[in-house]
């Protein structure tokens, strides 16, 4: 790993045990519901204070501020989402098999991790920007794998498009802006999202998409009939 990227990546302080991992953990994931409905600068330390049940030294033995717990969530989103095109040096397979399976696992990472991707889209300028541009090169470093995985399946005959990076531009924008429409709770199951909008980016690049399972229709919650 270059050294540039090792140290934007310093490890954020954790308990050496396993409770204070678990404390932590907590911490992000209240965070994460916060500032999803609230906004960066519409969430306070108080409130999440408040919402963990906690006081402020509690929060601040974890993290320094707001904005390391920020970064903390944007990082693991990136992380999880944008290295979803590596893949072995030694994997023989061929790059169709690899873009079916990596283009999977990126909408299955963007689905799980939706929450905190909308957050780091929605305050990229508040970030620091040495931050901002790790977060870049993890994106360049996985635009380069998937067009490489692109031509190459061309050349193999196996796919069909016209410009690789244009085309995994509009890929990106497809999935980086699920944000703005997709709600768990919404009309399809996570897992029947995830294989539509896997099969929409197959086709995008003619690859033929796997059998896609039945969807999963949402239980209704039964109508009371007012007494007349």
Known sequence: MPAARQATATPFRTRSNGSGIDKRERILAVAEDLFYRHGLAGTTMDMLCAELGVTKPYVYYYFRDKHEIVETLARRASVACLTTMRFADDDPRSAELKLAEGLRRWVEACVMHFRASALAFRVTASLRPEFRAELRELADDFYADLVALMEQGRRDGRLDFEDAAITAKAMGGVV??????????????????????????QRMIGLRPRPRIAATPRPRTPTRRKPS
């Open 176 to 201: 980086g802006f699920m944000y703005t429409w997709y709600r768990p709770e919404g009309r399809l199951a996570p897992e029947e999202v995830v294989e539509r909008l896997s099969a929409t980016l």
